[in-house]
């Protein structure tokens, strides 16, 4: 379905969603799997969300934003409003000009979004009353699942 074709009848789509959303009878669709290329040659799975999953997705988005905006300490600039990786470039290039810096780690972190989903679900029994169970079944049809392997598999990372 297109956003045109969804749009007709807008109203009435949403209002249905919304009672599905409301009522848990809402199930996410298992997001369509392709492979993209990257700029080295090699290739990367992305995860294609049907329309209406992205509907949802996106005001999950914004609920939990507006939930733990608060709680995000004023360096992280991960999937923030108003910050973005260049604000974080220039934060860091900022520290290393000024500052002492020995080492500077960077990392692609595969996984991360299965380990915050578990963050996020202990950080909820903070007195925030949310549908974890419900929530977290839409998210795990829509992030894909990483492989985790070890860029360096015959060496042992020391932190």
Known sequence: MTWAEYGEGLAERLVTLHDRLHGGTYRARPSKRAWIPKGDGKKRLIGIAALEDKIVQQALVEVLQAIYEEDFLNFSYGSRPGRSQHNALDALY???????VSWVLDADIRGFFDSRLRALRRRSQKGRNLPWQRMQGWMEKWIPRARVRHPYPNQRLCV
């Open 94 to 100: 900022v520290a290393i000009t000024q500052r002492k």
